[in-house]
T-cell receptor
Framework: QQPVQSPQAVILREGEDAVINCSSS?????VHWYRQKHGEAPVFLMI?????EQKGHEKISASFNEKKQQSSLYLTASQLSYSGTYFC???????????FGSGTQLTVLP | KAGVTQTPRYLIKTRGQQVTLSCSPI?????VSWYQQTPGQGLQFLFE???????NKGNFPGRFSGRQFSNSRSEMNVSTLELGDSALYLC??????????????FGEGSRLTVL
């Protein structure tokens, strides 16, 4: 079942903060976050694993609430380069496949 | 280190034809996954191969198939093309070992248009 992302779209000014949420109705092993710019491949941002381990970029932070099966991606002091569509992908167990949300389109204006 | 390479980047086919897409993973990566991306359905998992074996399969009809070679390169094939198969097909490679949670490295995709 596809995770639900919110908001669907957000427009920011440079320097502002944003939070993107991802929730699932199923028990999760991990949550992945990717960013895709128009016409480009999705790029890895962060993995949050059950048990609290995180792997990802230093300038991006995220949380994973295992009890609620929710994850949030925090973008602080946004830059123009942050513009793109953000996808969360969830893994349910040992199966190595991601189920992606429908994406959040983030636009950062000067 | 070279990234994930997908060929062809663009192709146009007609209904009923078949198509083969190719993916060369990052050197040393043994897992290759395929995803279909459309505006309506988003990113959907097709299948994953590891060491020449299909390890996971998504919810797609049997017209969609794939394989992986001993050098980890992978191909996917779609037979009897339908208009709804028009999409961006993305390949992603990863080390594939050590359980779930591995970072995926995506190629730029093969954009298929079915007329």
């Amino acid at each position: 079942q596809q995770p639900v992302q919110s908001p669907q779209a957000v427009i920011l000014r440079e320097g502002e903060d944003a939070v993107i949420n991802c929730s699932s109705s199923k028990a999760l092993y991990s949550v992945h976050w990717y960013r895709q710019k128009h016409g480009e491949a999705p790029v890895f941002l962060m993995i949050l694993l059950k048990g609290g381990e995180q792997k990802g970029h230093e300038k991006i932070s995220a949380s994973f609430n295992e009890k609620k099966q929710q994850s949030s991606l925090y973008l602080t002091a946004s830059q123009l380069s942050y513009s793109g569509t953000y996808f969360c992908g969830t893994e349910k167990g040992s199966a190595r496949q991601l189920t992606f949300g429908s994406g959040t389109q983030l636009t950062v204006l000067p | 280190k070279a990234g994930v390479t997908q060929t062809p980047r663009y192709l146009i086919k007609t209904r009923g034809q078949q198509v083969t897409l190719s993916c060369s993973p990052i050197s040393g990566h043994r897992s290759v996954s395929w995803y279909q991306q459309t505006p309506g359905q988003g990113l959907q998992f097709l299948f994953e191969y590891f060491s020449e074996t299909q390890r996971n399969k998504g919810n797609f009809p049997g017209r969609f198939s794939g394989r992986q070679f001993s050098n980890s390169r992978s191909e996917m094939n779609v037979s009897t093309l339908e208009l709804g198969d028009s999409a961006l097909y993305l390949c992603a490679s990863s080390h594939g070992t050590g359980g779930p949670g591995g970072e995926l490295f995506f190629g730029e995709g093969s954009r298929l248009t079915v007329l």
